[in-house]
């Protein structure tokens, strides 16, 4: 149990199905989801240390300056950003750790922090996206292609990530992301007591 | 199938298991191991191109110079190497290559190839090594503290390696050592093609 988690962002196309995915993965394998801090007034219903943890805009830059944050920023003049400490809190408490995030806070986060697995999360094709978006209904074409259009900017970023995953249906993503962390956790750098253990094994046949 | 393959380096302590575990990649899952080249005479029954590359010592310094090895080594006289060029040959037609290969050449091959998957295999506990060793009845004690000696020694290069993986049977090995590569396929950098038409897929949508 004292094994430290593991920390996995999630990025991809908007309309990819991230959210629907982080979901099952909370529900089926037990991970934890971040809960970020933000400036923003809390809506009718937030709670505080639920939905996010609300801050003071003060107390949100100060959090800046002694590098309290995974990732952060700024949205129509409110900050937003992934506590570092929840997380690694959650990490020491051998929590595998989602970070479900765009590509600019999944790029601070892998700065931050070399170890994070990368997972870029891409719709079957650019033609499925557009017909979920459009029989979604709740937005006019123009601010489809703008989605579209803003698909295409990120896939720059792709070369950051580790992994790329097709969402061909929910519950085979899931496994596939699921299985992704389950290897990448054999990995020795999260094994430094298996590997103490045997070090520890073979020094008394030490040739002296 | 113009998928390049991918190369996986497999070493650990002697009497771990190596060879009988490749030897099961190879039969269940169609993975491909090298062929080495040497400078040592052929015995009876051994064919050139099958169990060795016979070459010419001159011929083999005359490669080394030229980076026409992924690893080598001097041994009583002789040398040892996997050929560069014919590993290529195997990954560019898409096979995907094992090395199982002592640590020394391990990392030769790593430096020369930072892509190669690196995984450490070592038995239960040096306990259950050493009764193995015992067992078998071919060595006396001497060579056997020798060996894990030398076991003890190469603990050192494990931090190299990407995986350790603990051989408690042959087939949950074999096993997991599959599911290793399996997932590492996985890995954007060996996804170049999917990549690029992701990014044709959403080309048309570019803001202009």
Same mark, same amino acid.
């Given at each position: 149990?004292?094994?430290?988690?593991?920390?996995?962002?999630?990025?991809?196309?908007?309309?990819?199905?991230?959210? /629907?995915?982080?979901?099952?993965?909370?529900?089926?394998?037990?991970?934890?989801?971040?809960?970020?801090?933000? /400036?923003?007034? $809390? &809506?009718?219903?937030?709670? !505080?240390?639920?939905?996010? +943890? +609300?801050?003071?805009?003060? !107390?949100?830059?100060?959090?800046?300056?002694?590098? #309290?944050?995974?990732?952060?920023?700024? +949205?129509?003049?409110?900050?937003? #950003? /992934? $506590?570092?400490?929840?997380? !690694?809190? *959650?990490? @020491? *408490? #051998?929590?595998?750790?989602?970070?479900?995030?765009?590509?600019?806070?999944?790029?601070?986060?892998?700065?931050?922090?070399?170890?994070?697995? *990368?997972?870029?999360?891409?719709? $079957?094709?650019?033609?499925?996206?557009?017909?979920?978006?459009?029989? &979604?209904?709740?937005?006019?074409?123009?601010?489809?292609?703008?989605?579209?259009? &803003?698909?295409?900017?990120?896939?720059?970023?792709?070369?950051?990530?580790?992994?790329?995953?097709? @969402?061909?249906?929910?519950?085979?993503?899931?496994?596939?992301?699921?299985?992704?962390?389950?290897?990448?956790?054999?990995?020795?750098?999260? @094994?430094?007591?298996?590997?103490?253990?045997?070090?520890? !094994?073979?020094?008394?046949?030490?040739?002296?």
């Amino acid at each position: 149990m004292s094994r430290r988690g593991i920390l996995t962002v999630i990025s991809g196309f908007s309309g990819s199905g991230k959210g /629907t995915v982080v979901k099952e993965l909370i529900k089926k394998y037990g991970y934890v989801v971040s809960v970020s801090a933000t /400036t923003r007034a $809390p &809506r009718p219903g937030e709670r !505080d240390g639920i939905e996010y +943890f +609300f801050v003071s805009k003060d !107390d949100f830059l100060g959090k800046i300056r002694e590098d #309290g944050f995974l990732e952060h920023a700024e +949205f129509v003049g409110n900050y937003y #950003g /992934t $506590p570092a400490g929840y997380v !690694d809190e *959650m990490l @020491n *408490m #051998g929590k595998d750790v989602i970070l479900e995030i765009e590509v600019n806070g999944g790029l601070q986060v892998h700065e931050k922090r070399p170890d994070t697995v *990368m997972i870029f999360m891409v719709p $079957p094709s650019a033609e499925e996206l557009k017909n979920r978006l459009i029989n &979604r209904g709740t937005e006019d074409i123009d601010k489809i292609n703008k989605r579209l259009a &803003r698909a295409y900017e990120e896939t720059e970023y792709i070369d950051s990530y580790d992994y790329i995953v097709v @969402n061909e249906n929910i519950e085979e993503c899931t496994e596939s992301i699921h299985d992704i962390i389950v290897n990448e956790k054999k990995k020795i750098r999260y @094994n430094s007591e298996l590997k103490d253990a045997i070090i520890k !094994d073979y020094k008394r046949f030490e040739r002296r």
